[in-house]
Structure formats: structure tokens, C-alpha cells
């Protein structure tokens, strides 16, 4: 049997390290045993997904260096590889289930889900589904059926006994039935769920190891049922530590830079991000923390996974990028990094022209556009609030605007003039001093080259994360304001005139 793995991305926002995390493990696992690695999008959430983060994804794992055997780019024969293209296999598995007694439509409205779980809580009891569509007769079903009365198809799961998840690398895994809920798998729009999805997508790929993260543990009794209704043998499980910030949380975007687009424009080397993520996954090879993608695979076996949360220690990362630039790259190799890091001439003509209507002279430029090569920038703590808004609406500001910017779907100046707009509007403070501590924060100075194109140029990874360090300095939201302001903002607010 030949090893088949795969990762399975979602496009609806920037390309995670997490995602280039398990996407090296399998490809280390796949190309260690002489197998296929492949890469399918799922992009059954309409509403998020968008072609320009499926783009970033895929570009992201080539600059790494991880390339897979099958995907939507290259084609394949088990194609499609897109899940918003295999709509009707879907639909063919669902009614399969459905005729077979192994799910069940469910027309339960949202205000009676929403008042179901209310009443749980209420109780003490964990939110799940009661069950009360599954004892509707036939003819009920397909009287309301037949009325055009909208509803979902639900997973038929035991309320008894004990399922043995056995995971290749942590052993059986015991889970109760009883902690099952009874999952939706196809939408009332048609489209699958994950789970449904996800199975039947690796049975006619021909996966044969599954390594995803341990967020997916309480899920594997649901698929690990439709592999069992469907008649089908599961593939080898196994579920890999997530990664962690330095206090051991859940890696995340509030606390730390996650997208890969974040290190590839603070300058990191690809080799080196991939070198550090294979420390995380399996630590060093025969002693040496700097070793070669060819040797981590090499050397590659599920045992050598540490099952503790690896930290995302980025001083380490810096230690490691460091080496390479100084021992992995000759005076010539050197230069050619640092101008496709920076200075393309697209990007140098794009920065260039910002700069000739504020310049006396060529050497003015430094002082004026060196933020754009900057990684965090240092400036005065002061200068956020030393306009014409006190600074607990600046941290307001900054915290509301850091939380809207990511759901541009297009990183331009025009959407983002449309979004400080609002915001302004929303606070009561006019544009031009709502945008002077944003200056600070992204330029590093309260004046500077047009905010929106530099944001714009920037990119969304390196404006998050200098908005998230200016939000530092004047104290992180709690989260009762979390709370307070997540409507504040929000793309309801209409947009002043």
C-alpha cells in the first residue's frame, strides 16, 4: 500500500504557521515511506473563503519549500481538489446515509437551537442536539420536505457505549458516545460540513495516514462512525501537538505574528522558518539544530513527536534565521536575499512614488520610507496619544480597528479609507484625528507618506502586528472590553457621508 497524506487548508484569511506545521509533518511522513503528499482546499464556507487567501496559502507553502504530488493547481487523478467543486459526491454520500438509517433531516429553527442551548447552560449541561428530529415519522419528513420547509441532515450517533480512537502516535483513545453530539453534515445551503467532508474526501483520495492537530481529537469518533457506516477502512490517525505561545496558550494571532506572510516580510529565510518548525515537530537531527528539509525527512518517524505543546519561541527563530544568514549564504547569495526581500523594482517604484512629493532631496528618502524595511518600530509611547484623542480611546481605536482590518477581503487603500471611516463614525471623532496615532503606530512618526498606500504596501501581517505592539504599550483590551466593543465598528455601522 502506498503512503498517501495530505493537508487540507481552509482559504478564509492569511496562511498560518500552524497549516506549514502540519503540512511539513506529512510531507515528511509521506516522503519518508516513498508516498504522495497532496494539498486540497476546503473551502465549503462561503462566506470566509476567498481566492485570494487560497492564492496566499499556496504560495506561502512553495516559498517554504513544501510542494505536494496533487492539489487544485496542479491537478491529479482524484481530482477536484477544491471542496466548493465536489458539491454533488457530497450530495450522493448524504442521501446514502439518509437512506441507510445513518443520519436524519433536522428542521429545528436557529431561535429554537439558540433556546435548547440557553436551557442547557442553564442546567449545567454541555450544548448538543436533543435529538428531537430524529423520532419524525417519514411522512412528517417528507410532508415538510415536500413544502420547501429548509433544514439540515444530522449524523445518527449511539447513546451508549465507549469509542476507541487509536491514534498511531498516542495510543487508544477512549471517548463516550454519549459526548457525541449529533453533528450536522450538509447544510441547509447544500454544501457539506467539515466532517462529511473531510471523510469522504480522504476515502476517494486514497488517504492512507491522517496527521492533523489535537484540536481534531473529540471529532474523530464522528468520522471515525462514517468510515463504519459507509463500510469504509479508516486511515492510520494521528493528532500532533499545538503549537503554543511562550505561556503555553494556544497559539494565536492576538498574542503572536501566525501568518507566514508576517516572517516572510520581516526577512526570515524560508530554509530557516521550515528548519524552525521541523525543531517544533520533531527536534534537532543527530544533535544539530541547523539541518536541511532532505535531512529532517531523512530522519522522520511519527515517534520522534513530542507530544508536549511545542513553544513558538520566536528568540529561538531569530537565533536560527541568524545562522543561516551568516553561515548558509555567500556575499553574492547574501545581496540577491536581501533585494527580493525588499527591494524589487515593483515594490522600490511602488515606495518611490509615495516619497517624490514630500522629498527636497534623494537623501531625504531614508528618514521618510526606512519604516517600510523596519520590523517593530521604536518611537515615543507618547506620540499615540499626544493628538486629539485621549488615550483610552486610542486603545479603543487601535483595538476595534486591529479586529475590523482582518475582515477586509481585499488588503487596498480604498477599503481601508472605507474602514477608518467608519470606525470614526462609530467613535464620534473625526477621520483626520482618528488616523494621526494610527501614523504612529504604522509609520512610527505622526507624519509621513499617505497612511492608506503605506498600510496598503505594508501588508495586513505587518500592520497587525504593529497595531498589536502600539495596543501593548497603552495596555491590552481585558476581556470585559473585548466584550464592550465587538459590535463597535463592525461593517453594520453605516459609513459617514
Excluded at 493537508?7 to 510531507?27: E, F, I, K, R
Excluded at 477502512?233 to 499545538?242: M, N, R
Aim: contains cysteine; charged residues 25%; glycine residues 8%.
Amino acid at each position: 500500500m502506498k503512503v498517501r497524506t495530505r493537508v487540507a487548508p481552509s482559504p478564509t484569511g492569511d496562511p498560518h504557521v500552524g497549516t506549514a506545521y502540519v503540512a511539513l509533518v506529512n510531507y515528511a511522513f509521506a516522503k519518508r515511506h516513498g508516498g504522495d503528499f497532496l494539498l486540497r482546499v476546503e473551502d465549503t464556507d462561503r462566506a470566509r473563503s476567498t481566492p485570494e487567501s487560497e492564492r496566499a496559502i499556496l504560495q506561502s507553502l512553495q516559498w517554504l519549500g513544501i510542494e505536494w504530488d496533487e492539489g487544485p493547481d496542479k491537478g491529479g487523478p482524484h481530482g477536484p481538489y477544491r471542496q466548493s467543486e465536489r458539491a454533488a459526491i457530497y450530495r450522493e454520500h448524504v442521501d446514502r446515509l439518509l437512506a441507510d438509517g445513518h443520519a436524519f433531516r433536522c428542521f429545528c429553527t436557529s431561535a429554537r437551537l439558540d433556546d435548547l442551548r440557553v436551557a442547557q447552560r442553564a442546567a449545567g449541561q454541555p450544548s448538543r442536539y436533543d435529538g428531537l428530529c430524529r423520532g419524525l415519522s417519514a411522512e412528517e419528513v417528507a410532508r415538510r420536505t415536500a413544502a420547501g420547509e429548509p433544514f439540515v441532515v444530522r449524523l445518527v450517533v449511539p447513546s451508549e457505549g465507549i469509542c476507541v480512537v487509536r491514534d498511531a502516535r498516542r495510543g487508544p483513545i477512549e471517548i463516550a458516545w454519549s459526548d457525541v453530539d449529533m453533528q450536522v453534515l450538509m447544510k441547509s445551503d447544500g454544501l457539506p460540513t467539515y466532517h462529511l467532508a473531510n471523510v469522504v474526501d480522504d476515502h476517494l483520495m486514497e488517504i492512507t495516514h491522517v496527521i492533523r492537530g489535537e484540536e481534531w481529537v473529540s471529532s474523530a469518533p464522528k468520522h471515525l462512525l462514517l468510515y463504519s457506516y459507509f463500510g469504509w477502512t479508516p486511515p492510520e490517525i494521528a493528532h500532533l501537538p499545538l503549537l503554543r505561545n511562550p505561556d503555553k496558550s494556544k497559539l494565536s494571532k492576538r498574542k503572536n505574528p501566525t501568518s507566514i506572510l508576517f516572517y516572510e516580510r520581516m526577512g526570515y529565510l524560508p530554509e530557516a522558518l521550515l528548519n524552525f518548525l521541523a525543531l517544533l515537530a520533531a527536534g534537532a537531527v543527530d544533535g544539530e539544530e541547523l539541518f536541511t528539509l532532505a535531512d529532517f525527512v531523512e530522519h522522520f518517524s511519527l515517534d520522534r513527536i513530542s507530544l508536549g505543546g511545542p513553544v513558538f519561541d520566536v528568540p529561538k527563530l531569530d537565533w536560527l534565521n541568524g545562522r543561516y544568514l551568516r553561515e548558509r549564504l555567500e556575499g553574492d547569495a547574501f545581496a540577491r536575499r536581501v533585494g527580493a526581500w525588499g527591494f524589487t523594482p515593483e515594490r522600490i517604484a511602488r515606495i518611490a512614488g509615495l516619497a517624490q512629493p514630500r522629498i527636497e532631496r534623494l537623501s531625504d528618502i531614508g528618514n521618510l520610507l526606512a519604516f517600510f524595511f523596519a520590523g517593530r518600530l521604536t518611537y515615543d509611547p507618547a506620540l499615540l496619544a499626544a493628538g486629539k484623542i485621549e488615550a483610552p480611546t486610542v486603545r479603543k481605536a487601535l483595538a476595534v480597528m486591529q479586529r475590523e482590518l482582518d475582515t477586509l477581503r481585499a488588503w487596498e487603500s480604498a477599503g481601508i479609507d472605507a474602514l477608518f471611516r467608519r470606525v470614526a463614525g462609530a467613535l464620534d471623532i473625526k477621520v483626520r484625528d482618528l488616523t494621526r496615532p494610527f501614523y504612529v503606530a504604522v509609520t512610527g512618526s505622526p507624519t509621513s507618506v499617505p497612511l492608506y498606500d503605506a498600510m496598503e504596501i505594508l501588508g495586513r501581517d505587518i500592520v497587525r502586528e504593529r497595531l498589536r505592539h502600539a495596543l501593548e504599550m497603552l495596555g491590552l483590551p481585558s476581556k470585559r472590553e473585548q466584550e464592550e466593543w465587538k459590535n463597535v465598528g463592525s461593517a453594520s455601522t453605516e459609513i459617514p457621508a
